[in-house]
C-alpha cells in the first residue's frame, strides 16, 4: 500500500522560505511522478509543481515558477518543494500526490493516484 507522507508546512512572513517534505512509503522498484497542489479557503485546488521520475522533467505553475523548486531523492523516496520569497496568495494547504509513470507529467489532480494528509502553510505579511 502506498502511502504519503508529509512534513514542513507552518507560518511564515512573506518574503520568507519554506520547505516542504513528502516521503512515499510503499513504492519499491516502482518508477512514479510526484506533484504538489495547493487548495486555500473557498478556492478550487490548484496545480504547482510536477516532477517525473527522470529529474529534469519538471513543470510549475506560472505563479510559482521561479520561486519555487520540486526535488526529489529517488533512492529515499522524498520528495521536498522548497518554496521562497513566499507571498500572502501562497497561504494554502500543500498536498502532494503521486502516480506510477516512468515519464508523463500532469497538472491534472484527477492524474495522480496516492495523495498526502496535507500540510498548512501560512504567509503573513
Known amino acids: 500500500q502506498v502511502q504519503l507522507v508529509e512534513s514542513g508546512g507552518g507560518l511564515v512572513q512573506a518574503g520568507d522560505s519554506l520547505r516542504l517534505s513528502c516521503e512515499v512509503r510503499?513504492?519499491?522498484?516502482?518508477?512514479?511522478?510526484m506533484a504538489w497542489f495547493r487548495q486555500a479557503p473557498g478556492r478550487m485546488r490548484e496545480f504547482v509543481a510536477a516532477?517525473?521520475?527522470?529529474?529534469?522533467?519538471?513543470d510549475y505553475q506560472e505563479s510559482v515558477r521561479g520561486r519555487f523548486t520540486i526535488s526529489r531523492d529517488i533512492v529515499n523516496n522524498t520528495a521536498w518543494l522548497q518554496m521562497n520569497s513566499l507571498k500572502s496568495e501562497d497561504t494554502a494547504v500543500y498536498s502532494c500526490?503521486?502516480?506510477?509513470?516512468?515519464?508523463?507529467?500532469?497538472?491534472?489532480?484527477?492524474?495522480?493516484?496516492?495523495w498526502g494528509q496535507g500540510t498548512q502553510v501560512t504567509v503573513s505579511t
Open positions: 510503499g513504492v519499491t522498484f516502482m518508477m512514479y511522478a
Open positions: 516532477m517525473g521520475w527522470v529529474s529534469s522533467s519538471t
Open positions: 500526490a503521486a502516480r506510477r509513470s516512468a515519464g508523463t507529467l500532469s497538472r491534472t489532480a484527477t492524474f495522480y493516484d496516492w
